[in-house]
């Protein structure tokens, strides 16, 4: 298996645009996890899905930030419109059964400029 | 509730010697433990983990832990470093009573192995 899939790897844009992010889960997981990291604020839980449903979204930061898990492969993060405080390495990661360990994507490095 | 502590945000240990990074956790069952390291410009990966059984845990790239619940605490532990060890790792822990299945991750501790 490839492990969690990211895309993009890198993301620069102008504040006020829409940015979507990626993520494709281990094949067979069940959990899917969307994480902020920041020297700041360190590592953030923002949403996690069971079976394609969102569970708990209580960490994700504002309206502007949405998520969707169409399929048990596919995840996106979307934040509608970006600000340079948004600017932070998002990780998408994904686990089997409740305490199953996470597997972590290489992470997406978004810059709002 | 259940939380995590690591209560270094550095360690610095020399090529060679032992190294152990500190873990205390809290939880109201009995708790789910896990350690994960991050390299730079990586995402994390999972070292080992503990649910039930003996305390001591090992786990990828040498490294092992030691469960211990009257001090509620695990401790991640190396017999030798080596200066590829040197990154930041993660401890989290999740409550086995139930509530949320999700493992609360502490704040991280920066090792720094010196050659």
């Known amino acids: 298996d490839a492990g969690v899939i990211q895309s993009p790897r890198h993301e620069v844009t102008e504040m006020g645009q829409e940015v979507t992010l990626r993520c494709k889960p281990i094949s067979g997981h069940d959990y899917l996890f969307w994480y902020r990291q920041t020297m700041m604020r360190g590592l953030e839980l923002l949403i996690y899905f069971n079976n394609n449903v969102p569970i708990d979204d209580s960490g994700m930061p504002e309206d502007r930030f949405s998520a969707k898990m169409p399929n048990a492969s596919f995840s996106t993060l979307k934040i509608q419109p970006s600000e340079p405080r948004d600017s932070a390495v998002y990780f998408c990661a994904s686990s089997f059964l409740q305490f199953g360990e996470q597997f972590f994507g290489p992470g997406t490095r978004l810059t709002v400029l | 509730a259940q939380s995590v502590a690591q209560p270094e945000d550095q360690v610095n240990v020399a090529e060679g010697n032992p190294l152990t990074v500190k873990c205390t956790y809290s939880?109201?069952?009995?708790?789910?433990l896990f350690w994960y390291v991050q390299y730079p410009n990586r995402g994390l990966q999972f070292l080992l983990k503990?649910?039930?059984?003996?305390?001591l845990v090992k786990g990828s790239y040498g490294f092992e832990a030691e469960f211990n619940k009257s001090q509620t605490s695990f401790h991640l532990k190396k017999p030798s470093a080596l200066v590829s060890d040197s990154a930041l790792y993660f401890c989290a822990v999740r409550d086995g009573a139930g509530g949320s299945y999700i493992p609360t991750f502490g704040r991280g501790t920066s090792l720094i192995v010196h050659p």
């Open positions: 939880v109201s069952g009995n708790p789910y």
């Open positions: 503990y649910i039930t059984g003996d305390n």
